[in-house]
């Protein structure tokens, strides 16, 4: 039987801090080490944290171009605006995703939920960039909820696996997939392990949200974002906790496009950058029409 090699990890690090409010957000990527896994150019990591008070007017509308942006909620509820018209709303283990495409103008409001009166709100907001030939293209907004993201228990009652975003042994997310992508949150029960073989030059990070795991036996601690190399391998998971611990597990090909990002716009180009603020500020990413918490 040929063995089959662990892929090495390449950095870890805890990001660094921003608050909002009662929220406490730690900007894993870009970091010193890397501007990108994969598609994925953008993560944001809302702590877990007590809000006790509704958001009814957003918290800050912006515009966005050439991305699309990902909101994955573990606890709390997120509702989303654009300027395109569209809006969602998500409870505690739902999704919702956005392509800025040519130019768009968002906002969400970020919640305890009322589904459940749970005070607390947990999050992560990705950015993914978009293929050139898609950035042109209109927005578009899909939201998710819960009971609607593909989900499979382990063998051995390790735990699960959800599909946030592209595919896993016949599960299959509703995000579109532009290039080989993937988000996969896994949950693991005490003492128990996983693993998952990536492919030569497949980009991948690791993220452990509340609790220490260890990755391909190196102990890593809560709060880190752990990158491998680009090597063929094997990532093991292992729970040595006397609780269940979660990950996040994503990334993707290689994106090869030229990268330029800018504030809110991921474009290939100087140019392109250039031509979005242009736009924006012409006013032809258009406006948001209604903000407000939904009865």
């Known amino acids: 039987m040929k063995q089959v090699m662990k892929k090495q990890t390449s950095f870890s690090t805890k990001g660094y801090r921003a ?16 501007d990108k896994v994969g598609p994925f150019v953008f ?34 509820e997120v509702e989303h605006f654009d300027s395109a018209g569209h809006t969602g709303e998500i409870h505690s283990g739902g999704a919702q995703w956005m392509k800025a495409g040519n130019g ?8 305890y939920d009322s589904l459940t009166d749970s005070k607390y709100v947990h999050g992560f907001q990705f950015w993914i960039n978009l293929p ?4 042109a293209e209109s927005p ?15 063998s051995n009652n ?17 995000i579109p997939n532009y290039s080989e992508q ?9 003492g128990k392990e996983f693993s998952i073989n990536m492919v030569e030059k497949t980009e991948v990070a690791a993220f452990l949200p509340t609790k220490n795991a260890l990755l391909n036996d190196e102990e890593f601690q809560a709060g880190e974002f752990i990158e491998f190399g680009r090597n063929a391998g094997e990532i093991e998971i292992k729970n040595t906790s006397n609780t269940a611990i979660e990950v996040l597990l994503f990334g993707g090909e290689e994106y090869t496009e030229p990268i330029v990002a800018e504030g809110p716009f991921v474009m290939n180009t100087l140019g392109e950058i250039a031509e979005a603020y ?6 032809k990413y258009g406006e948001i029409k209604l903000i407000k918490k939904s009865a």
């Open 140 to 154: 578009a907004h899909i939201a998710i909820q819960a009971e609607e993201i593909p989900m499979k228990k382990l």
């Open 158 to 174: 390790s735990g699960w696996i959800k599909v946030i975003v592209g595919n896993y042994e016949g599960l299959n997310s509703k």
């Open 43 to 76: 993560l944001d990591y809302v702590a877990p944290a007590i809000k006790k008070t509704i958001t009814k007017n957003g918290m800050g509308a912006h515009p966005h171009r050439g991305i699309a942006t990902l909101t994955y909620i573990l606890q709390g």
């Open 182 to 190: 993937f988000l996969y949150h896994i949950q693991l029960e005490a």
């Open 132 to 135: 050139a030939k898609i950035k």
């Open 104 to 111: 768009i103008i968002h906002d969400e409001n970020f919640n």
């Open 19 to 34: 608050d909002l409010g009662p929220l406490t957000i730690n900007r894993l990527l870009p970091n010193r080490y890397a």
């Open 278 to 283: 242009r736009d924006f500020y012409a006013g």
